[in-house]
Nanobody, 120 residues
Framework: QVQLVESGGGLVQPGGSLRLSCAASGRFSSISAMGWYRQAPGKERELVAT???????NYADSIKGRFTISRDNAKNTVYLQMNSLKLEDTAVYYC??????????????WGQGTQVTVSS
């Protein structure tokens, strides 16, 4: 019932920037939090950043100060501005949304992922 569509991934040089976007659509009552996770080949998926509907943010230490998460509640869209990208930021980035269905059950939805490659 809830679909997430990501965009903005690509290939950049070290020190470059990318802006990821993720829009939620479908039938749901509310979204309490949205965020970004990433997974490099052979590694576990890890938290990048999350933001609640009240604009409380949480960042992984590895990207703190370089990435900024924001959301447009009216559009159910979350953004991730990535600056000063490093080689170790290379991963598939997944959008996530936590919320409530129209029947008021909790849900967690994931996007299909967008590739971010940082290479010189």
């Amino acid at each position: 019932q809830v679909q997430l569509v990501e965009s903005g991934g690509g290939l950049v040089q070290p020190g470059g920037s990318l802006r990821l976007s993720c829009a939620a659509s479908g039938r749901f009552s509310s979204i309490s939090a949205m965020g970004w996770y990433r997974q490099a080949p052979g590694k576990e998926r890890e938290l990048v950043a999350t933001v609640t509907s009240g604009d409380n943010t949480n960042y992984a230490d590895s990207i703190k100060g370089r990435f900024t998460i924001s959301r447009d509640n009216a559009k159910n869209t979350v953004y991730l501005q990535m600056n000063s990208l490093k080689l170790e930021d290379t991963a598939v980035y997944y959008c996530n949304a936590d919320g409530w269905t129209t029947s008021w059950y909790n849900f967690r939805s994931w996007g299909q992922g967008t590739q971010v490659t940082v290479s010189s």
